[in-house]
T-cell receptor
Framework: AQKVTQAQTEISVVEKEDVTLDCVYE???????LFWYKQPPSGELVFLIR??????QNEISGRYSWNFQKSTSSFNFTITASQVVDSAVYFC?????????????FGGGTRVLVKP | DAMVIQNPRYQVTQFGKPVTLSCSQT?????MYWYQQKSSQAPKLLFH???????NEADTPDNFQSRRPNTSFCFLDIRSPGLGDAAMYLC??????????????FGPGTRLLVL
C-alpha cells in the first residue's frame, strides 16, 4: 500500500523567511507521480507542482522549489521569501498506478502560517 | 476560463434529509472524483468515474451514491445524512488521455453542515 507522511503538522514563520515542507513517501511502484497542493482557508485544493519518478531534477518556479530524492523517498517543497498569502495547508500526494485509477494518496498536510 | 465548478459552496441539511451536491466541469476531462474532507484531515476518496464507469472505494458507506449523466456533470447524493457526514466535499477531474499520472484539478468544494 502507498503511504505519504508529512511529519510537520504546523509551521509558523515571519514574512520573507523561507519555509521548507517535508514529505516522505512509500510505494512499491517504479512509476509514480508526486504532487504538492495548496489549500487556502477558502477550501479549494490548488495544484502547485508535479514530478514523475523518472525525473529527479530539482527545479525552481518563481518562489517555489522542490527537492526530489528517490534514494530517500523524499519530495520536499520550499517557499522562498514567504508572504502572508502563502498561509495555507499544504498537501503532498502520491499518484497510484493506472490499474488503481491514478488515485491520489495524500499526506496529512502541513499548516503554514506566515505572520506579517 | 475552463474550470471545475461546485454548487452550492455551502449546504445546510437536516439529519436524515437527502441532499445532493453537484459538480460540473468545462475541461472535458473523462475522469471525475469525489472526495470527503473532514476538519484538519486529508481528503478521502469516495468514488470516481472513468467516463461512465463507476468505481466505488471499498470503505465508502452505502449512504453515499453518485451519478454522472454526461461528461460535464457529476452528482453526489447522500441518502440519509448523519452528523458525521458534515465535511467539505471536493470534486476533481483528470484527463486520462493526457497520460499516466496526469494532474487532478479540484473544484472549490461544498461545505456541508448537518443539523
Amino acid at each position: 500500500a502507498q503511504k505519504v507522511t508529512q511529519a510537520q503538522t504546523e509551521i509558523s514563520v515571519v514574512e520573507k523567511e523561507d519555509v521548507t515542507l517535508d514529505c516522505v513517501y512509500e510505494t512499491r511502484d517504479t512509476t509514480y507521480y508526486l504532487f504538492w497542493y495548496k489549500q487556502p482557508p477558502s477550501g479549494e485544493l490548488v495544484f502547485l507542482i508535479r514530478r514523475n519518478s523518472f525525473d529527479e531534477q530539482n527545479e525552481i518556479s518563481g518562489r517555489y522549489s522542490w527537492n526530489f530524492q528517490k534514494s530517500t523517498s523524499s519530495f520536499n517543497f520550499t517557499i522562498t521569501a514567504s508572504q502572508v498569502v502563502d498561509s495555507a495547508v499544504y498537501f503532498c500526494a502520491l499518484s497510484e498506478p493506472p490499474a488503481a485509477g491514478n488515485k491520489l494518496t495524500f499526506g496529512g498536510g502541513t499548516r503554514v502560517l506566515v505572520k506579517p | 476560463d475552463a474550470m471545475v465548478i461546485q454548487n452550492p459552496r455551502y449546504q445546510v441539511t437536516q439529519f436524515g434529509k437527502p441532499v445532493t451536491l453537484s459538480c460540473s466541469q468545462t475541461l472535458n476531462h473523462n475522469v471525475m472524483y469525489w472526495y470527503q474532507q473532514k476538519s484538519s484531515q486529508a481528503p478521502k476518496l469516495l468514488f470516481h468515474y472513468y467516463d461512465k464507469d463507476f468505481n466505488n472505494e471499498a470503505d465508502t458507506p452505502d449512504n453515499f451514491q453518485s451519478r454522472r449523466p454526461n461528461t460535464s456533470f457529476c452528482f453526489l447524493d447522500i441518502r440519509s445524512p448523519g452528523l458525521g457526514d458534515a465535511a467539505m466535499y471536493l470534486c476533481a477531474t483528470r484527463d486520462e488521455l493526457a497520460g499516466v499520472g496526469e494532474t487532478q484539478y479540484f473544484g472549490p468544494g461544498t461545505r456541508l453542515l448537518v443539523l
